[in-house]
T-cell receptor, first 111, second 114 residues
Framework: RKEVEQDPGPFNVPEGATVAFNCTYSNSASQSFFWYRQDCRKEPKLLMSVYSSGNEDGRFTAQLNRASQYISLLIRDSKLSDSATYLCVVNIGSSASKIIFGSGTRLSIRP | DTGVSQDPRHKITKRGQNVTFRCDPISEHNRLYWYRQTLGQGPEFLTYFQNEAQLEKSRLLSDRFSAERPKGSFSTLEIQRTEQGDSAMYLC????????????FGPGTRLTVL
């Protein structure tokens, strides 16, 4: 089992729709969690950190479920510009080598 | 621009040649990371510096790879005797080492080995 798993997609949804991604992790001792966005042939950009209580930033909501070992990202009122790959990142230990990136979920928003 | 910068952005080389990449982190960040990313995969950890000390290296980092951060500021990643399998995007990231240790990435160096 991979340490961090994501549905690769692609998710193809109409503009204005709500879309949600999940990311599961295998290590129950994981300490911190992030969502990054990556456009084609560009670097990953930090979208949001995921706090234990869940957090919201505009149209984006991130949640952490420690019991089931997954994090989620919800995008409301999706825009064409949201089309990208969304990477889940989990710090499964105290060392740098334990910062594990998922393979990403591709999202395509259609007009 | 005060973000992470990398140079060159693209490098095409012939198999067997040596290449060197440079990364300039965000100035107040003491932590610097190198990753490698291939198509359809997330970034894979290569190595990590805290200030000038190289604290961790991945098993992916063969003897042909070496990284330095001599003054705790910019870093270089050298690949000797390149192989076609080294073709990838090489990403550098830096962080401030705070509680959440959020990493910020540079634009990457895309290496193609012919």
């Amino acid at each position: 089992r991979k340490e961090v798993e994501q549905d690769p997609g692609p998710f193809n949804v109409p503009e204005g729709a709500t879309v949600a991604f999940n990311c599961t992790y295998s290590n129950s001792a994981s300490q911190s969690f992030f969502w990054y966005r990556q456009d084609c042939r560009k670097e990953p950009k930090l979208l949001m950190s995921v706090y234990s209580s869940g957090n919201e930033d505009g149209r984006f909501t991130a949640q952490l479920n420690r019991a089931s070992q997954y994090i989620s990202l919800l995008i409301r009122d999706s825009k064409l510009s949201d089309s990208a790959t969304y990477l889940c990142v989990v710090n499964i230990g105290s060392s740098a080598s334990k910062i594990i990136f998922g393979s990403g979920t591709r999202l395509s928003i259609r007009p | 621009d005060t973000g992470v910068s990398q140079d060159p952005r693209h490098k095409i080389t012939k198999r067997g040649q040596n290449v060197t990449f440079r990364c300039d982190p965000i100035s107040e960040h003491n932590r610097l990371y190198w990753y490698r990313q291939t198509l359809g995969q997330g970034p894979e950890f290569l190595t990590y510096f805290q200030n000038e000390a190289q604290l961790e290296k991945s098993r992916l980092l063969s003897d042909r790879f070496s990284a330095e951060r001599p003054k705790g500021s910019f870093s270089t990643l050298e690949i000797q005797r390149t192989e076609q399998g080294d073709s990838a995007m090489y990403l550098c990231a830096s962080s401030a080492g705070n509680v959440y240790n959020e990493q910020f990435f540079g634009p990457g160096t895309r290496l193609t080995v012919l």
